[in-house]
């Protein structure tokens, strides 16, 4: 079975600042898909970015983008120009088959 | 296009009562997906659903929960006899008709019993 691993369960940052949360997940697979999902004080599941496991490029969205180390199992979100909206629990998933496995989740909180 | 809709948004229970949450994707998906989320932790998933069939419901507990998604009208996910345990966040989420494609959530239903 899969697993995905965020082994930050806090962080913060500095309002304008760049940061990088972690995940690592576990897999026998070679194609899959990867997500970071963000979920406000609203509770609201948001999709953030995708990236599929067959594309060596790097997932961008605006000020989200993604390091993607497939030997590795690692799939980490960088947040640029940090703004408070940001502020939010942030988490990491896996998918194959339509099968979504989440991992615990990172509560970021972006400082003024 | 309506994104997917959840309803009710907050539900209280008794313990022992029944707790029908309802569940309709977004237009042109026939692909759901139901997750729990209990507090301070993530995502666990209970069952997916196509149209009238039960795909893998591998994460639902085996004793007094069930769910459809019958051909017409929302998908039900039913919790029978709740305990205190059942409180949680539940979360639909919706896919169109293709393997692998991003599955996008409702807001969910906060379900308290007391």
């Known amino acids: 079975a899969q697993t995905v691993t965020q082994s930050q369960p806090e962080m913060s940052v500095q309002e304008a600042e760049t940061v990088t949360l972690s995940c690592t997940y576990d897999?026998?697979?070679?194609?899959?898909?990867l997500f970071w999902y963000k979920q406000p004080p609203s509770r609201q599941m948001i999709l953030v970015i995708r990236?599929?496991?067959?594309?060596?490029q790097n997932a961008t969205e605006n000020r989200f983008s993604v390091n993607f180390q497939k030997a590795a199992k690692s799939f980490s979100l960088k947040i640029s120009d940090s703004q408070l909206g940001d502020t939010a629990m942030y988490f990491c998933a896996f998918m194959k088959n339509n099968d979504m496995r989440f991992g615990a989740g990172t509560r970021l909180t972006v400082k003024p | 296009n309506a994104g997917v809709m959840q309803n009710p948004r907050h539900l209280v229970r008794r313990r022992g009562q029944e707790a029908r949450l309802r569940c309709s994707p977004m237009?042109?998906?026939?692909?759901v997906y139901w997750y729990r989320q209990l507090p301070e932790e993530g995502l666990k998933f209970m069952v997916y659903l196509q149209k009238e069939n039960i795909i893998d419901e591998s994460g639902m507990p085996k004793e007094r929960f069930s769910a459809e998604f019958p051909k017409e009208g929302p998908s039900i996910l039913r919790i029978q006899q709740v305990v205190r345990g059942d409180s949680a966040a539940y979360f639909c989420a919706s896919s169109p008709n293709r393997v692998e494609e991003t599955q996008y959530f409702g807001p969910g239903t906060r379900l308290l019993v007391l």
């Open positions: 990236q599929e496991a067959y594309k060596q």
């Open positions: 237009k042109g998906h026939s692909h």
């Open positions: 897999t026998s697979e070679n194609n899959y898909y």
